[in-house]
C-alpha cells in the first residue's frame, strides 16, 4: 500500500479492507478476471454499477479508484445477470 492510501486508511478516511484496483488484481483478481485488461473493461463497462453498489470509490488522476470488500461478490453477481440475459 503506498503511503498517502496507508495514511488514509490509517487516519479512519478509508476502511484498511479497501485496496488499490491494481492491488486487488495483483491479490484476488486473477480468478474472475484472466487478463488485466479484461478487468480494467469490467470497471469501465459497469463503472456506474459497481458504485451504486458500494464495490467501488471511483476517482480520476493519479490517486486512482478504490476496490471495496464487497467487489469480487458484486462483480460475480453482474457477470451472472449477463450471462443470463444473454441465454
Do not use: C, H
Request: proline share 5%.
Amino acid at each position: 500500500m503506498n503511503s498517502s492510501v496507508q495514511q488514509a486508511a490509517e487516519s479512519g478516511l478509508l476502511p484498511k479492507q479497501f485496496q488499490r484496483k491494481d492491488d486487488w488484481y495483483r491479490n484476488e483478481g486473477g480468478g474472475l478476471f484472466p487478463t488485466t485488461g479484461s478487468y480494467e473493461w469490467f470497471l469501465r463497462k459497469y463503472r456506474k454499477a459497481l458504485s451504486e453498489a458500494g464495490a467501488v470509490i471511483v476517482r480520476d488522476g493519479p490517486g486512482g479508484t478504490f476496490i471495496a470488500p464487497n467487489f469480487g461478490a458484486v462483480a460475480v453477481e453482474i457477470l451472472r445477470r449477463e450471462s443470463a440475459a444473454n441465454v
